[in-house]
């Protein structure tokens, strides 16, 4: 045991010998006083090879020997700690690539990479982030510098006024602040008196009224300025006056001319594009691929970011892509029923704009049409159905 032990120590070689005088290689080798053992023969045919086994340093004392009987050598089988140490030398450099990437992974997992802000209604992000920051809650800081998550929370609530609590959960990388503000009793807005008129000249369809004394009808028609709602209630003799609310609804009618182009112009993608790769790290991009100019003449670019994360870890590292496709301006040539529909539609969502989104659109009459150089010329007349209310303050009064 103590031997074996002392040759894994020295190291050892099997070697397989072949061709010259074997036998003389053998008889030579020993009585120059190196040391073989596990000596035999193997045999096929007229191919008879010698096997024997030797120390790593007398197999470079094999030389002289083997040059006086003719034998080729080969060896088979290394053992032993000094091939040992060579094989351990040959994967130092894996292994310290592998110590280098798992001390990057405790280091960039002893970092805050995100910090998200959840349930802030009158406070915004900035304050919320700024105030962490003023606490050592930032993005990169290391973790084992941040207070204590129950004392965290306490610090920002004192330091954010208008908040009831506060909660600080770290998760990985990530920190998520869950804000909790405080419930005011609403507060209206004081009106002062005031009657409710029409905006428009229009046709009443509907009216309701909430506060005050309505003083049309429905089906009747009203010309811009006059009363709908009155703010001044009660008989002469008792008059009271009150904000007038509600609702009242009208047909309004709206003229409009309309121009439309025979020929339109519109925006294809040609099939030609140019990718650009890029290293990201927080705000910055490193370009790694797709230089110099793409050469189109027109070209939007499209732009897709990937970032690293693991599980619920969100690191701020990654890659991103840039797609820059060519593209170009086509002509379409319309019949004049298409350039009409295509002009009736732009001057349906101009009435709407102007007539507020809660109107509709009831009917609508063609007065003119005719085509000419190129374009159809149009004058339309909507018919829309919309509030037609508007305030008017009103001067203290006595005995309306």
Known sequence: ??????????????????????????????????SLSEIRWTSRGDDKKLHFQTSVSDFFRLRPYLKETGCRIHVVERRGLPFWLVKAERRIWFSGGLV??????????????????EGNVKLTEDEILQAAKHEGLYHFQWSFRLKDMDVLS???????????WIGVEK????????????????????????????????VVTEIIAEAGRPV???????????????????????????????????????EFTVESPLVQQMKVYTGEKKTKW???????????????????AQSEVITHQERVSWRNWSLPIGRMKETVMESELLERELSADEAKNVGLMRARAEVIEKAGTDAVIRDEIVLHEESDNGKVYMKV?????????????LVHMQGD
């Open 154 to 164: 306490k610090r920002l609530v004192s330091d954010l006024p208008g908040t009831t």
């Open 381 to 393: 007349l909507f018919e829309v159905e919309q509030s037609i209310v508007q305030e008017m303050p």
């Open 278 to 296: 890029y290293a990201v790290l927080g705000s910055r991009a490193l370009q790694l691929s797709g230089f110099g100019d793409d050469s189109f």
């Open 100 to 117: 280098l990437f798992f001390a990057m992974i405790f280091v960039l997992s002893s970092l805050v990479w995100s910090i998200e802000v």
């Open 1 to 34: 045991m103590r031997r074996d032990g002392l040759e894994w120590l020295r190291g050892v070689v099997v070697v397989q010998a072949r061709g010259g005088e074997a036998e003389k290689l053998l008889n030579k080798a020993l009585a120059g006083g190196l």
């Open 171 to 202: 998760k990985g990388t990530k920190v998520r602040i869950q804000v909790v503000e405080m419930t005011l009793p609403e507060q209206f807005p004081l009106h002062n008196p005031r009657h409710l008129v029409s905006s428009a000249d229009a």
């Open 216 to 254: 049309v009808k429905k089906n009747t028609r009203v010309r811009k300025g006059q009363t709908l709602i009155s703010g001044a209630i009660g008989s002469e003799s008792h008059s009271q006056i009150v904000v007038a609310k509600g609702t009242v609804k009208g047909l309004v009618w709206y």
